[in-house]
């Protein structure tokens, strides 16, 4: 969702030939030229090592670079004082880094109360806060310990927000909690994110992460190098070289579906409701308002015990090509079921149609790289 900045909320990031060599001579970053969208989540992701978390922390200063410049709206961000650079981008963590000894709305507080806000006027905006990350208030009075590792990363985003800051940095926030978990969390992100519309850079060496929370993903290489710097859908659909098609891994085509718009012909679909009689062939079991309600087979009556669950559905308002050929695949009857943006019946989808979709999709996309 694309969240227009009429208060000039959030911040383009500019790397410009960013080099961070250690110490020990370690090139951690390698010459990086990037430029970070305002109010999008733009994800880095790369083999452990490869530079992702000296590159975020070089944003708010923690880490000073060797050679370049980082700019933020234009702005070299040497220029500003590191503490002034800072109230405006918070940072989140793996394992959240809250303080064990402070309450959760106390550990939410933290910024605000730096900030000279009154201890009122902070509790406020963290009890607040502690509904849009969606933890329940009776939590407030807890300590971090008292929380699961999936709640506690859900205060470190609230505390992360609490000053509102147009930048977010968040360095592998999801990657100690379990799976179950990391996919509420990251599908929370997305929402919040709709309705904020921060500037996130987010680091992960998860591509399945990146591919579902970036608008646009950064390909490091061990080395501090950039491999490729796309959206997901053409990270999926062109890597620039093998070590980037090595690290998107397996059925990067049919996952690219995900990303291409379905425009797939709808064909005719016989439905009935409870209470009808044997006829031949599938009919799709529909409620009185034409919602799906799963499959019957050809010669049976139309009873709730002969109806056969039915496969995904295909919402013709925010479908992709996936959605319409897993439709298609998962159906009972070989029929996928399209439905309209209010869960109605909108139409039958065949796989046959999908792939031809495709393919016309693929001929239109290659006359005009060639045009
Ligand atoms: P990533 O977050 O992608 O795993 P890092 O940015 O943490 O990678 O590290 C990049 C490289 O820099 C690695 O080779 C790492 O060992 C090295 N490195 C990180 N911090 C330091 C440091 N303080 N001193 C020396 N080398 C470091
Ligand atoms: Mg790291």
Redesign the pocket.
């Known amino acids: 969702m694309v969240v227009d900045d009429p208060g000039g909320s959030s911040r383009v990031i500019e790397f410009l030939g960013v080099t961070k060599q250690?110490p020990?001579g370690?090139v951690?970053v390698d010459s990086l030229d990037l430029k970070v969208d305002a109010g999008k989540v733009t994800v880095f992701v790369?083999p452990?090592?490869?530079?992702?978390?000296?590159s975020l922390r070089m944003i708010n200063r923690m880490i000073d670079a060797t050679a370049g410049t980082i700019q933020v709206d234009g702005k070299d961000i040497t220029s500003t004082d590191p503490a002034e650079l800072r109230r405006g981008i918070g940072y989140v963590i793996q394992n959240a880094g809250l303080f064990p000894h402070r309450t959760i709305v106390d550990n939410i507080a933290t910024v605000p109360m730096l900030l000279g806000w009154s201890k009122a006027k902070a509790r406020d905006r963290a009890t607040e806060l502690m509904e849009t990350v969606g933890l329940d208030a009776s939590m407030a009075r807890r300590y971090p310990a008292q929380l699961s590792g999936g709640q506690q990363q859900r205060v470190g985003v609230a505390r992360a927000l609490a000053a509102d800051p147009p930048i977010l940095l968040m360095d592998e926030p999801f990657s100690a909690v379990d799976p179950v978990v990391r996919e509420s969390l990251q599908d929370e992100l997305l929402r919040l994110q709709s309705e904020l519309g921060k500037t996130i850079v987010f680091?992960t060496h998860d591509i399945d992460e990146a591919i579902k929370l970036g608008d646009k993903v950064a390909v490091f290489r061990v080395g501090?190098k950039l491999a490729q710097y796309d959206e997901p859908g053409t990270l999926l659909a062109r890597p620039a070289d093998r070590f980037v098609d090595g690290f998107v891994g397996r059925d990067r085509g049919y996952r690219g579906l995900g990303f291409t718009s379905a425009e797939v012909p709808l064909g005719e679909l016989r439905t009935v409701e409870l209470g009808a009689a044997a006829a031949e062939g599938w009919r799709l079991v529909v409620d009185s308002e034409q919602r799906p309600n799963g499959w019957l087979p050809g010669g049976l009556a139309a009873e709730a015990a002969n109806v056969v669950p039915g496969g995904s559905l295909h919402d013709t308002s925010s479908g992709t090509l996936r959605s319409a050929l897993d439709a298609a695949l998962s159906s009972p009857s070989g029929q996928g079921v399209a439905v309209d943006g209010e869960g109605r019946v909108a139409g039958a989808i065949s796989a046959d149609d999908v792939l031809q979709a495709l393919e016309r999709q693929r001929a239109a996309t290659s006359v005009d790289a060639a045009g």
Do not use: I, L, P, R
């Open positions: 250690y020990d370690t951690a790369g452990s090592g490869c530079g992702k978390t000296t680091v501090g």
